[in-house]
């Protein structure tokens, strides 16, 4: 099991080192600051993911992040393709930059998901169409988009038939046995209920990832009961 926080933009210098005062991590925490803050949680010794990555190398890109940036400083993990970067940002180039980052070692959180009223298989079979030649390094997060920071979440049985028919899907279709994980208003008072789903590998929560409380929390139930 993996408990992922995306802190998105959120948290001020004073309040990120309140929040690495308090945090209880464990091994399976993976934490996915602002990158500002990405050096603080490394120092700390925790494992540290970057919210996203440019398609390109290395160059002349005003305010972009390489994979071979991130990896240099100790950066375990690359979010790709989350919802709010496909839509606000019009994220288009995303082979590219999960191929940029298999290829300078961080392993892929690839974000898939249907927003409200479209059909779920067809989309979800369009988002994993990019992962034809990828064979190694990546993990699936299925985050319905109506389900993000709106207190929305799928019943069990819902995300149990979908988790499933996305690590069915990979592994004919890729021949890659993936870990799957779940993302939509996850919080300290759900995830118990949550955590009942066999199928599922893990967490990806932001809204009560940035609070250390509701985070130890979090951890106490998925690691510790
Ligand atoms: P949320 O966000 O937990 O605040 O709904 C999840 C995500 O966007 O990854």
Redesign the pocket.
């Known amino acids: 099991m993996k408990l992922i926080g ?1 802190f998105k933009m959120n948290l001020t210098y004073p309040e990120v080192c309140k929040y690495l005062q308090t945090i209880q991590a464990s091994e399976n925490m993976i934490f996915c600051p602002t990158n500002l803050y990405l050096p603080f949680f490394l120092e700390k010794g925790l494992t540290v993911g970057i919210q996203d990555v440019s398609e390109y190398s290395m160059g002349s890109y005003t305010g972009q992040t390489s994979a071979s940036q991130a990896s240099s400083l100790g950066v375990k993990y690359a979010i790709i393709g ?1 919802s ?1 970067r496909r839509k606000k940002y019009k994220d288009e180039n995303l082979k590219e930059k999960i191929n940029q980052a298999i290829y300078n070692n961080l392993k892929v959180i690839y974000c898939i998901g249907e927003e409200e009223g479209q059909n779920k298989q067809e989309i979800l079979i369009h988002q994993l169409s990019l992962l034809e030649g990828v064979i190694h390094s990546i993990s699936i997060v299925y ?1 319905p988009v109506w ?3 709106t207190g929305k979440v799928p019943t069990n049985q819902e995300i149990e038939e979908t988790v499933l028919f996305i690590k069915e899907y990979c592994q004919k279709k890729f021949h890659l046995s993936l870990e799957v994980y779940y ?4 919080d300290e008072e759900n995830i118990k209920k949550l955590k009942t789903i066999s199928s599922l590998d893990g967490f ?5 990832s940035y609070d250390s409380e509701k985070f130890n929390q979090m951890s106490n139930i998925l690691f510790l009961q």
């Open positions: 995306n989350h709010e985050e389900a993000i920071d993302g939509g208003s996850v990806l929560v932001g809204k009560a």
